[in-house]
T-cell receptor, first 112, second 112 residues
Framework: DGGITQSPKYLFRKEGQNVTLSCEQN?????MYWYRQDPGQGLRLIYY???????QKGDIAEGYSVSREKKESFPLTVTSAQKNPTAFYLC???????????FGEGSRLTVL | SQKIEQNSEALNIQEGKTATLTCNYT??????LQWYRQDPGRGPVFLLL?????KEKRKERLKVTFDTTLKQSLFHITASQPADSATYLC???????????FGRGTSLIVHP
């Protein structure tokens, strides 16, 4: 079945540690995205990538980094510079920047 | 900048009734507007997209309208069922790009 797979589903991190969240899609989509969701908040865009080897900052990119070396993969690293990393992280993909978004099941990161 | 407004209060309705959810935006009319459903702890699922030159879109029990004069989209679920209980998010491009920005969502609770 085609879709988006995020891992891990739950992740705990100590302060000062970097963590990397995985996002893989087999939908052959060009565009991929990372959003963050906090309780009672809408989804906020962290980074997006329109094509392999290219990515752009979203509204809240500080403290995060991404790479897009393969069309199928768009990992997100939450660095120690991110002040409030505890959140629900959602990866999505679309055919292009104007298409419907297909979301993964999310990764919940908790900083201890 | 463009703001997206969805009612933060939960909408409670009886099974069989029509649920109507509202999405207002503040500035320019977007090229399109999308509606998603999100269940607790899950990623959003795309439901419908309506473009700025369309007044109405239907899919089974779902109907979306787009009024560029009122700067508003209405999302209707007819013959609602308890299984329709979820948070519904609207999304539209803001800030000069085609990438959708999400509203905070409205929780719908359908009582049997």
């Amino acid at each position: 079945d085609g879709g988006i797979t995020q891992s891990p589903k739950y992740l705990f991190r100590k302060e000062g540690q970097n963590v990397t969240l995985s996002c893989e899609q087999n939908l052959n989509h060009d565009a991929m995205y990372w959003y963050r969701q906090d309780p009672g908040q809408g989804l906020r865009l962290i980074y997006y990538s329109q094509i392999v080897n290219d990515f752009q900052k979203g509204d809240i990119a500080e403290g995060y980094s991404v790479s897009r070396e393969k069309k199928e993969s768009f990992p997100l690293t939450v660095t120690s510079a991110q002040k409030n990393p505890t959140a629900f992280y959602l990866c999505a993909s679309s055919i292009d920047l104007t298409g419907e978004l297909f979301f993964g099941e999310g990764s919940r990161l908790t900083v201890l | 900048s463009q703001k997206i407004e969805q009612n933060s209060e939960a909408l409670n309705i009886q099974e069989g009734k029509t649920a109507t959810l509202t999405c207002n935006y503040t500035n320019y009319s977007p090229a399109y507007l999308q509606w998603y459903r999100q269940d607790p702890g899950r990623g959003p699922v795309f439901l419908l997209l309506i473009r700025e030159n369309e007044k109405e879109k239907r899919k089974e029990r779902l109907k979306v309208t787009f009024d560029t004069t009122l700067k508003q989209s209405l999302f209707h679920i007819t013959a609602s069922q308890p299984a329709d209980s979820a948070t519904y998010l609207c999304a539209l491009p803001t800030g000069g790009s085609y990438i959708p920005t999400f509203g905070r969502g409205t929780s719908l609770i359908v009582h049997p």
